[in-house]
């Protein structure tokens, strides 16, 4: 599960691109890929347009069909993975998994992004584009996109499938 703020961005983008990539590694039918948001303030809204706008200028599903929604405690408990887009979703999602049974794995994001080796957790925040245009909504991407197969190579070891050579 991919976690944002609101769940209509940088989760849902996440969410997609982890989809897709997992899919072109023969894991699709391996894996479940979803996302939430640590706030309610979205709910039930659609994945944002202009996050929509980029996906689909880079090749990807435009993410017709989601519904913001809100982690929950009983979503921590039932994902092994949990990726967090800041470190403030990193805290939420640690907080919450402390009130439940359940040994999910909470990692940054970012930490799977080989460029990113090395750096503090403060440090691997992905950029908000909420306030922002165009632009900041392919920053967005492009990080998201740098550590998408770094988590496919997680989730293979995790399977215990091996890579294909």
Do not use: K
């Not at 969410?15 to 997992?22: S, Y």
């Not at 794995?105 to 990113?116: E, G």
């Amino acid at each position: 599960m991919t976690v944002c703020t609101g769940n209509i961005c940088r989760s849902p983008m996440a969410e997609i691109v982890l989809r897709d990539r997992l899919d072109a590694a023969g894991l699709g039918d391996s894996v479940v890929v979803d996302s939430s948001g640590v706030s309610d303030e979205e709910h039930g809204n659609p994945v944002d347009r202009r996050a929509r706008a980029v996906l689909a200028e880079h090749g990807y599903s435009t993410g017709v069909g989601h519904s913001a929604r809100q982690v929950t405690a009983d979503d921590v408990g039932s994902r092994d993975l949990l990726l967090a887009m800041t470190t403030r979703h990193a805290r939420g999602l640690r907080d919450l998994a402390g009130r439940v049974p359940g040994d999910a794995t909470i990692r940054m994001y970012r930490s799977f992004d080989p460029a990113a080796d090395g750096l503090p957790e403060n440090e691997l925040d992905i950029a908000d584009p909420w306030y922002g245009g165009p632009h900041d909504f392919e920053v967005c991407l492009a990080q998201i996109e740098a550590a998408a197969d770094g988590v496919v190579e997680f989730v293979r070891a995790r399977l215990g499938v091996p890579t294909d050579t």
